[in-house]
């Protein structure tokens, strides 16, 4: 018997609301696929399953919010009927504590997920479940409530996302020691090269000038491994650099999907990852096996127009890497002043993991890496 | 279909809650929509698709307008 629970995406997260079950009893599962859509803090999650097998009864329907750690599902085995898994399940003594005593209302899982887009609150969908036909209330009526609702009423989502990261950061700043560091980087040769190899490609495959950073960071981290990794109780290294991209959110928040293994992706293969995960982040398509996984962030305010990035940490991360605005300013080649490119390269780390030290011949590793991409 | 209308389709795909109905032809669309770069290369992606017509990131700083990005696309396509 095996069971499917509520995952926990990191340790601010105490309970998720089921969205969709992708999956219904008698179905075939394979360890990896994606069964469920869950609405967590951290916006709508698909969360995949961890064993192969055949779905014997899903137990939280949708609409339901639950602790973590509760059982969502019940599979079986080869050899298993479903009797001896109810009854297996029956007879665990490890329960996960029971779900808040709430009168789950019928909500159709877009009736649902509108509900928390559109920001209309509990008062006003209690008062739709009272009258709507049967106690079920359609997409239509929550999109009519929330044009009659004042225009004032804060996305509900947005909210727990905003107390999400607040909570995180909040963490950074009391525990961690950060130090920061800045270095201006000459791009000019960089982006002369990528223009140059872009130029030739059809449009769907030109390489993003951040591709470049992500890829010149991500094997300078390769040699500073105290800079890639988590602090629990003390410094453990990462296995793999995995660098969580931090991608804001149009409704207001903060996600930082990782790209696995990014100092072993070639440039298009980065490229790719790197749309990848904006666009999923955005559209609200991260897995649960996303989170937490991150051994670093970048984070680019590049397109804003900001100079530089004082990063703030994620933990229970060791490091950010801030990237500013590429602009041409003044520059020294040889004896003469010239316009170059140029864009300043920050990093913030956490002092028990690493020393200042460290980071600066990070930084000016980048840095050399950067100026030779046609031997990457 | 006319032609600003896909390239309306086209923003929209990107940053669907984009109130482009009060879009001024005029201004920056990465400002007016907060496109990053990325976003931005899904916009033209998704319009080559539409119209056919490519952007070369040389032309990019034709296409930072509305206005920009339909004479540019009416001009070739």
Sequence with gaps: MAQFNMPSLGADMDAGELVEWLVAPGDAVERGQIVAVVETQKGAIDVEIFESGTIVELLVPVGEKVPVGTTLALLRGPGETDEQVREAHAAAPERAPAPPDRDPRRLSPRARKLAAELGVDEATLEELHQTAPGGVVTGEQIEAAARAQAPTAKPAAATAMREAVGAAMARSKREIPHYYLAHTVDLEPALQWLEARNAERPIDARLLPVTLMIHAIARALVEHPTLSGFWREGFVAGEGVHLGVAVALRGGGLVNPPIRHADRLELDALNKAILDVGTRARAGGLRASEFDVATITVTNLGDRGVDTVFGVIVPPQVAIVGLGTVRRRPWVVGEAVVPRRLIELTLAADHRASDGHTGARFLARVDQLLQTPEVW | ?77
């Design chain 2, 1 to 77: 279909m006319e032609l600003r209308q896909q390239i309306l389709e086209s923003i929209a795909s990107v940053a669907p809650e984009a109130e482009l109905d009060a879009l001024d032809d005029a201004a920056d669309l990465r400002d007016e929509l907060d496109l990053d770069s990325m976003d931005f290369l899904n916009v033209l992606i998704a319009i080559k698709a539409a119209t056919g017509v490519e952007v070369p990131e040389r032309d990019y700083p034709q296409v930072r307008t509305l206005a920009g990005l339909l004479d540019y696309v009416r001009a070739r396509g």
